[in-house]
């Protein structure tokens, strides 16, 4: 065993092995580092400033995932080397219930696996702890997976926000029509027309707060925006802040501060590292953990929707008590109808709700490359159906209905810098 370690080492690798090997390894890195530097040019020259601040937190995200990718290669051998009684590893919290000695682990680990075990452990830090009646804390090949699995999770965070984005910017794009018509349409009745339709959305029976809960619920899957409800809360925008300037491009502003929206979603902040570990400590066999995780999503997503959508009938309310009151009737976005008067909260939830869709997600296909699709810890073919048809209608929801409802309902210019550019 001794003399085939020695074999496999550095030192009796051939050099053109280890120079190649490192050659592409480097070109690589260069590579992707020049494409992100030249990207950041691109944006910078074409005056996309959020976008090009949303690139510059992806760069920060890297270098976190570098940070984290050296500290447990660096500290692998001393982890390895941690010793703790069995009792702790055998019976506590296991995602998998161990089985007896006769039978064989290939059932639940597939060849490649073994393999990959044996190329990445040692024997030291297992006899190490043997001697003194215990196991290693985390083996390397743990580390190793788990080193793997934080990689994962941060690609299909990045490419679930880009899809989002990019679906969330294309139903928002359906809205410049609309804004081409009003910018046509300012000196006729075609404005107040609107109004009145987006005024009806409180009067009679829709007043009460049952109906008027259950209209938002279900308003949000047809129709979450439509028409009235963009040339009102335009108006609104623009008498509050430009009132001298009823040609302001509301469109352009609603696209540009969803780019800002991007830089913030993009990243994993560190509360959302906590809720990873907190994941990672429930996986527990027998409890479903992951299954029942798969409703947070849909269930905070329906409630940011419903909320979102209650807004806008709320502003159309006050507009109606306007009326009745005989005061000019105008659209007053105000911070007052959010969750603690704290639209940051709304938005905290949709951040949290992508990067819980993004983990479902990179936590199924980590673990199928890495155990299997028939392992212990897949759960049951049922339960996985269930996670992945939720997974797509939390993406569709969130992209197509919820963010564009959120840029509409939250837009009350509080993103001074770009309000003053365009």
């Known amino acids: 065993m001794v003399a085939e370690e020695e074999s496999n080492s550095l030192q009796y690798t051939p050099t053109w092995v280890v ?3 490192c050659f592409f390894f480097v070109l690589i890195s260069l590579v992707a580092e020049r494409a992100l530097h030249h990207l950041g040019k691109f944006l910078k020259h074409k005056q996309q400033d959020a976008l090009f601040e949303a690139l510059q937190k992806l760069k920060e995200e890297l270098m976190l995932l570098g940070f984290i990718s050296l500290l447990l290669t660096v500290f692998q051998g001393l982890v390895s080397e941690m010793c703790i009684p069995t009792y702790y590893v055998s019976t506590v919290l296991l995602p998998c219930k161990k089985h007896s000695e006769s039978k064989t682990p290939e059932k639940h680990f597939p060849r490649d696996i073994n393999h990959r075990r044996r190329l990445f452990s040692t024997e030291a830090a297992s006899d190490h702890c043997s001697r003194e009646g215990k196991v290693p804390l985390l083996s390397l090949e743990a580390l190793h997976q788990l080193h793997i699995f934080i990689f994962v999770l941060a690609v299909v965070h990045v490419i679930y926000c880009l899809i989002t984005m990019v679906l969330g910017g294309a139903r928002i794009r359906q809205w410049k029509q609309w804004e081409n018509e009003i910018q046509g349409h300012l000196n006729d009745r075609h404005v107040d027309e609107h109004h009145t339709s987006f005024v009806q959305h409180a009067q009679g029976w829709r007043k009460t707060a049952i109906l008027s809960w259950t209209m938002s619920f279900f308003k949000q899957f047809h129709g979450s925006v439509t028409k009235s409800d963009y040339t009102a809360l335009r108006e609104g925008f623009i008498r509050e802040h430009c009132p001298s300037n009823p040609r302001y491009n509301f469109h352009d502003y609603i696209m540009r501060t969803l780019q800002v929206d991007f830089k913030k979603v993009v990243g994993i902040s560190w509360y959302l590292w906590l809720f990873v570990v907190m994941f990672l400590l429930l996986n527990v066999k027998g409890w479903n953990t992951y299954f029942w995780l798969s409703f947070l999503p849909v269930v905070l997503l329906l409630t940011v929707g419903t909320k979102l959508e209650h807004i806008i009938i709320r502003l159309a309310q006050e507009m109606s008590e ?15 109808h959010f969750w603690f008067k704290n639209p940051r909260i709304v938005f905290f ?35 996985i159906i269930t996670r992945l048809i939720m997974g797509v209608i939390v993406q569709v929801l969130c992209s197509y209905i919820t963010l564009p409802l959120w840029a509409a309902a939250s837009r009350k210019g509080y993103l001074k810098s ?3 550019r365009l």
């Open 349 to 383: 939830l949709i951040h949290f709700i992508l990067f819980q869709n993004a983990f479902e997600l990179a936590f199924f296909f980590w673990i199928l490359c890495t155990y299997g699709f028939h392992s212990c810890i897949m759960e049951k073919l049922g339960y």
């Open 418 to 420: 770009i309000f003053i």
């Open 322 to 336: 306007m009326k009745e009151r005989g005061e000019t009737a105008q659209v007053k976005p105000s911070d007052e």
């Open 19 to 21: 120079a190649v090997v």
